[in-house]
């Protein structure tokens, strides 16, 4: 089926990398997004068609592709970087959207 | 400044209808490309994608909650609208407007109105 497996937490301490993989049969053929979301916000899109930053999104947050897996990775991890992160991508068929469970990446 | 803004009750009765509206700032809702979509985020848990209409009235709704959804959409207004229907607890959620659009050849919901939370309730 069509779904999107990621990891369901993440810990990194300050300065160190982290990285978080999504997993679906649907990403062979769909690009996908990733979006922050901090409590209380609205999600916010950092990476989209797998590797592209929006402009404004600082250049530590960063995406690739493999197969099936696309993996969302933080450089430089800082605090304010705590929060829930979402793989999105379109179903195989491109007509239906799916979302990954989430990450919470806690900043140790 | 793409701006959107959800507006609607939020209380609604176990059995009833959930109706929630979006206004859409910057951005002319008629303009192709661009889907106009309804997210929601229960409390606690994931983002879960409801569906999509374009300016057109045509729509995609998730099969899950196809049979309980209706999206319209309003020009004149530049708003889109929700209706869920047969509501019960587990429809409690934050429920958020986006928008869709196409980069060349990928469809990317690139923006989101604050949210919006709905409690069913009676």
């Known amino acids: 089926s069509d779904d999107l497996t990621q990891p369901p937490s993440v810990s990194v301490s300050p300065g160190q990398t982290a990285r978080i993989t999504c997993s679906g049969d649907?990403?062979?053929?769909?690009?996908a997004s990733w979006f922050q979301q901090k409590p209380g916000q609205a999600p916010v899109l950092l990476i989209y068609?797998?590797?592209e930053r929006p402009s404004g999104i600082p250049e530590r947050f960063s995406g690739s592709s493999s197969g099936t897996t696309v993996t969302f990775t933080i450089s430089g991890v800082q605090a304010e970087d705590e929060a829930d992160y979402y793989c999105?991508?379109?179903?195989?068929?491109?007509?239906?959207?799916?979302f990954g469970g989430g990450t919470k990446v806690t900043v140790l | 400044q793409v701006q959107l803004q959800e507006s609607g009750p939020g209380l609604v009765k176990p059995s009833g209808t959930l109706s929630l509206t979006c206004t859409v700032s910057?951005?002319?809702?008629?303009?192709?490309?661009?889907?106009w979509t309804w997210i929601r985020q229960p409390p606690g848990k994931g983002l879960e994608w409801i569906g999509y209409?374009?300016?057109?009235?045509?729509?995609k709704y998730n099969p899950s909650l196809k049979s309980r959804v209706t999206m319209s959409v309003n020009t004149s207004k530049n708003q889109f609208s929700l209706k869920l229907n047969s509501v019960t607890a587990a429809d409690t959620a934050v429920y958020y407007c986006?928008?869709?659009?196409?980069?060349?050849?990928?469809?990317?919901?690139?923006?989101w109105g604050q949210g919006a939370q709905v409690t069913v309730s009676s």
């Open positions: 986006a928008r869709e659009a196409d980069y060349g050849g990928d469809w990317i919901i690139d923006y």
């Open positions: 910057g951005v002319s809702v008629r303009g192709g490309s661009k889907y």
């Open positions: 209409i374009y300016y057109t009235g045509s729509t």
């Open positions: 649907a990403l062979a053929k769909q690009h």
């Open positions: 068609k797998d590797t």
């Open positions: 999105q991508s379109p179903d195989s068929s491109g007509i239906y959207r799916l």
